[in-house]
């Protein structure tokens, strides 16, 4: 327990591959620019402290196909 020091936020497109998209002491919002249509992508989040880290929270969005 205690206060959050660090959120490190990873994204991937496959679930084992892993990619950072940001490293801050506090967010709320996070802009991940360059995604390819009708493509999965998954994220998770995960906040540290100076007793250690916490459990990844998940989420997955499905960017939308380009208009025909």
Same mark, same amino acid.
Not at 7 to 16: F, G, P, R, V
Not at 34 to 63: C, E, K, W
């Given at each position: 327990? &205690?206060?959050?020091?660090? =959120?490190?936020? =990873?994204?991937?497109?496959? =679930?084992?591959?892993?990619?950072?998209? @940001?490293?801050?002491?506090?967010?709320?919002?996070?802009?991940?620019? &360059?995604?390819?249509?009708?493509?999965?992508?998954?994220?998770?989040?995960?906040?540290?402290?100076?007793? &250690?880290?916490?459990?990844? @929270?998940?989420?997955?969005?499905?960017?939308?196909?380009?208009?025909?």
């Amino acid at each position: 327990t &205690g206060t959050v020091s660090t =959120q490190t936020l =990873q994204w991937s497109t496959d =679930q084992n591959t892993w990619n950072e998209l @940001a490293i801050t002491p506090s967010a709320n919002n996070f802009d991940h620019t &360059g995604l390819a249509p009708n493509t999965q992508y998954f994220y998770r989040l995960r906040a540290s402290n100076a007793s &250690g880290h916490f459990d990844f @929270a998940t989420a997955n969005a499905t960017t939308p196909p380009l208009p025909t």
